[in-house]
């Protein structure tokens, strides 16, 4: 239990093998060399770390591996000084991971690069250690994060009763990781957070959250891949480019069934040269669900499967946010329908958000009368506005209340 304090002290010892006199000619102080009492409470809280769903093992590890690689023809002032350093290190390491957590939540693309404040976070540990305080940064940050604090609090308690509730406990220490670096990117970004487990979605500008919604998200045979990546665009009365997948799996077998099927269900065929072909007119001995070259598009309008409002940004599962003229499903507590893609269930609510320096492109668009327009009104979004779609069996709901939801596509 005491590994840390043991390593710190072996290269106290090293450091001492020359006159301390020599450190008179270094105008420099040390921040941990020559205060016992620092090093003690540094030594204390990685051991502890537990409790804030952290891993003592990551900071012990790096403070074994300096030591044992520390040069033993160095002067002692160097010595003293590049041990220093090392310990200053691992208490920046530490305190990085609670300003950030230890790890950034496991996506399948991140096409977006969020900037974190580690040179804040080395003033501040400097600022408390020479203030003989180092404890009350853990504090700072942790009622900083209020999302965090309450996990903590969780997690304390089922670590109490640790005979039953191992996986909660491992699900509590990834979620508190996940929500500090949430809380770091909040401070200077505007995002959309969509939550897979819990079917949530949360508008974030600056740390305030702007509002918060039921969505639709993938089925567990089609899920909803997770990702960071940035707005690009809106597009009113969208059409719908059907998925190959869907074609494949779902439609073919009902046209060849039904040679109206295209026709009465509002798609449209589109073959490689983009122009429109008569789906009765079609050889069907030609085609397969595996073969079948022609684009299925529905129709703008009230009966679109995605409504009269999309979102798109970069992803290389080609998913998307959409509106859905199957409102009904957004009072289901298990929400889980779609082919991958997420369904708002207040889209027009998010589009003049993103839209909130282009209104006149929105405000001039009749939702109750889309049937006037015939094509699609593509709208770029100029304000930077990412999208975070994430995986968390932890969530809070609107008032503040955290709950444990079901592991719906078994992720380890």
């Known amino acids: 239990m005491r590994l840390i304090f043991t390593i710190i002290v072996s290269i106290l010892l090293l450091a001492n093998s020359k006159s301390a006199a020599q450190l008179d000619n270094h105008k420099k102080p040390m ?6 009492n620092r090093i003690k409470s540094l030594d204390s809280l990685i051991k502890n770390a537990s409790g804030l769903a952290l891993n003592s093992n990551d900071y012990q590890y790096q403070l074994k591996q300096n030591s044992e690689t520390d040069s033993l023809g160095e002067t002692a002032v160097n010595n003293q000084f590049k041990n220093d350093s090392i310990i200053i290190g691992v208490a920046n390491h530490f305190f990085n991971d609670l300003a950030f957590g230890n790890s950034i939540p496991k996506l399948d693309y991140n096409g977006v690069k969020f900037k974190l404040n580690v040179y804040e976070v080395a003033l501040l540990v400097k600022k408390y250690v020479e203030r003989e305080s180092i404890n009350d940064l853990v ?5 900083s994060i209020k999302e965090v604090s309450i996990i903590l609090d969780t997690l304390k308690f089922y670590q109490a009763n640790n005979t039953i509730q191992l996986d909660k406990i491992k ?10 670096w949430l809380n770091a990117i909040k401070k200077s970004n505007r995002f959309i957070l969509v939550n897979i487990p819990s079917a949530q979605l949360k508008a974030y500008d600056s740390n305030k959250l702007i509002m918060a919604m039921r969505v639709i998200v993938g089925k ?5 891949n997770t990702l960071a990546s940035t707005i690009n665009r809106l597009i009113l009365n969208p059409y719908w480019m059907v998925p190959k997948s869907i074609i494949k799996n779902e439609m073919f077998n009902k046209y060849k069934a039904d040679r109206d099927y295209f026709f009465k269900n509002g798609f449209t065929l589109i073959n490689e040269s983009y122009k429109t072909v008569d789906p009765c007119n079609l050889d069907i001995s030609k085609y397969s669900k595996d073969y079948f070259p022609f684009i299925v598009r529905q129709g703008t309008g009230l009966d679109n499967s995605l409504g009269l409002l999309k979102i798109e940004f970069d992803s290389p599962s080609s998913i998307y946010l959409h509106d859905t003229p199957q409102k009904q499903l957004f009072k289901n507590a298990r929400r889980f329908y779609s082919h991958g893609c997420i369904r708002m269930e207040r889209p027009i609510d998010i589009g003049n958000w993103l839209l909130q320096n282009n209104r006149i492109a929105i405000d001039t ?15 770029p979004v100029t304000i ?9 069996l932890i969530d809070f709901d609107n008032q503040g209340v955290l709950k444990f939801y079901k592991n719906v596509y078994n992720k380890q």
């Open 220 to 224: 567990s045979s089609t899920p909803t």
């Open 365 to 379: 668009f009749d939702f109750k009368k889309p049937s006037k327009y015939t094509i699609p009104r593509p709208i």
């Open 171 to 180: 699900i509590l220490q990834n979620a508190a990781n996940d929500f500090r």
């Open 31 to 36: 921040l941990f060399i020559g205060h016992p």
């Open 384 to 392: 930077s506005t990412q999208v975070i779609i994430w995986y968390s």
């Open 139 to 143: 504090k700072y940050y942790i009622k």
